[in-house]
């Protein structure tokens, strides 16, 4: 309900998204948790990057019986390798929102063309360090380093283009949903135990609502392989 009254009403998103996608993506989630040992209850977001679908789901693990529970949904854009020479496919795998790479939060500044990047000014952006991915070059497959983040885009015109891939590799988000993570901390387990710390104190709301069981995992898979 609360993800609802936030992000909004995502019933658009429903007909493309049928009981076997589900399945699968839920299997693809609590393989990639046990990869890591995740053996608590905890929030955590699943990405889509296959350029048909560019979504995001909010969800919640239930350790106990190794199951993935829905929270809600949103559109993303992430990585458009063909757009240009600094642009590549955003990386498959399971990610941790870790004090290691610190988040940090929008300027708000305009770049040459007038966007704003990074979304509004206070934004929040989620650093999951430097992740190899990949890009076909001449007909070769090569491997690139690339910093990953999870951000909100700019609110004229990155904002309307989500639901298709457009980012040089992050995973670009809707205000909305940059909002409803931020304030509840979903992914925030590290810092809200590190909260006596003063560049932490400095990064997290004042008016944060930080849920129970809070997470670190940002998971992205490719339904095209499924």
């Not at 609360?2 to 998204?17: A, L, P």
């Not at 941790?96 to 305009?110: C, V």
């Not at 966007?115 to 070059?137: A, H, M, P, Y």
């Not at 135990?193 to 944060?208: A, F, M």
Request: charged letters at 30%; aromatic letters at 12%; a positive charge.
């Amino acid at each position: 309900e609360e993800f609802r009254q936030i992000v909004g009403d995502k019933t658009g998103i429903d007909s493309m998204i049928d009981v076997n996608y589900r399945s699968h993506m839920f299997q693809d989630a609590i393989q990639r948790l046990k990869e890591v040992k995740a053996t608590e209850d905890q929030y955590f977001v699943y990405v889509d990057r296959n350029f048909k679908k560019q979504f995001i789901f909010v969800c919640f693990f239930d350790s106990k019986n190794k199951k993935a529970i829905e929270i809600g949904r949103d559109r993303v854009s992430t990585g458009k390798p063909d757009k240009g020479k600094d642009y590549f496919l955003t990386p498959i795998g399971i990610f941790k929102n870790s004090l290691d790479n610190f988040s940090y939060r929008a300027l708000g500044i305009k770049n040459s063309r007038g966007w704003r990047g990074l979304g509004r000014k206070g934004s929040r952006v989620w650093d999951f360090g430097w992740q190899r991915t990949e890009k076909i070059i001449k007909g070769k497959k090569q491997e690139f380093l690339i910093r990953l983040l999870m951000h909100a885009t700019d609110p004229n015109f990155g904002e309307p283009r989500l639901g298709n891939v457009d980012s040089k590799g992050c995973v670009r988000i809707s205000a909305k949903l940059n909002n409803f993570l931020d304030r509840f901390g979903l992914l925030d387990k590290e810092y809200e135990e590190n909260n006596s710390h003063k560049n932490v104190l400095w990064l997290l709301r004042k008016d944060r609502e930080p849920v129970k069981q809070q997470g670190v995992y940002l998971i992205v898979g490719d339904s095209s392989g499924w």
